[in-house]
């Protein structure tokens, strides 16, 4: 049987995905396009599916209130909040749907998208994508495995070479921390 301290050593071992150079450097690009999108007067969109949804609306709670500095709110938008808009959109369309119309409605030109998925694979994150791209909006991927279908589709793609469902998501929150912490320094200077 697999205990705590099982489970505690392999989260330890992770350590080396976050040195890999792939990665830093892929964070490290993501971050600018976010810090050039928020100087230009633009604004953050972030969608994502299950836990991925959570780190979304996680991510915008960081920019919207604080992360660690007192600064002026950053404009950002989780599409995974408003129920009413979700439910009707998958109601009305389909559930592939439910992103790709919210990006329609709310983004602009200079603006960037961050999908957040474990699998890369979500129609729904890729049809907000192709959306996205249709409007000139900039577009990230937070995500797992090998990149699924939006690792080749995203201007750029945030991978964390797992397979373990848990383990991503634990690194993407690291991510979105450091994303958060640099995008605060930069921006409060």
């Known amino acids: 049987m697999t205990g705590v301290s099982d489970i505690f050593k392999e989260i330890y071992e992770l350590r080396s995905v976050l040195l ?9 690009k993501a971050t600018q396009l ?3 999108t928020l100087k230009n ?6 969608a994502g599916n299950g836990g991925s949804s959570a780190d979304s609306q996680h991510l915008v709670g960081e920019l919207v209130g ?9 404009p950002a938008i989780a599409l995974t909040t408003n129920t009413s808009i979700l439910t ?6 389909s559930f592939d749907k439910v992103f790709s ?6 983004g602009n030109r200079g603006d960037t998208l961050m999908v957040i998925s474990t699998s890369g694979n979500a129609q729904n994150l890729i049809s907000a994508v192709n959306t996205a791209k249709s409007l000139s909006i900039n577009t990230i991927g937070l995500l797992g495995c090998n990149g699924g279908k939006l690792g080749s589709l995203v201007d750029i793609p945030i991978i964390v070479r797992l397979n373990s469902t848990p383990r991503i998501q634990e690194i993407h929150i ?6 958060c912490q ?3 320094a930069e921006l409060c200077k």
């Open 20 to 28: 890999d150079k792939e990665l830093v450097s892929s964070v490290e």
């Open 182 to 184: 640099l995008v605060e």
């Open 88 to 93: 009707a959109i998958g109601n009305d369309y």
């Open 34 to 36: 976010l810090i050039e």
């Open 66 to 74: 604080r992360f660690l500095m007192e600064r002026k709110a950053l």
């Open 101 to 106: 119309r919210q990006v329609e409605a709310l």
């Open 174 to 179: 690291i991510i979105i921390h450091t994303i």
């Open 41 to 46: 007067g633009n604004k953050i969109l972030v």
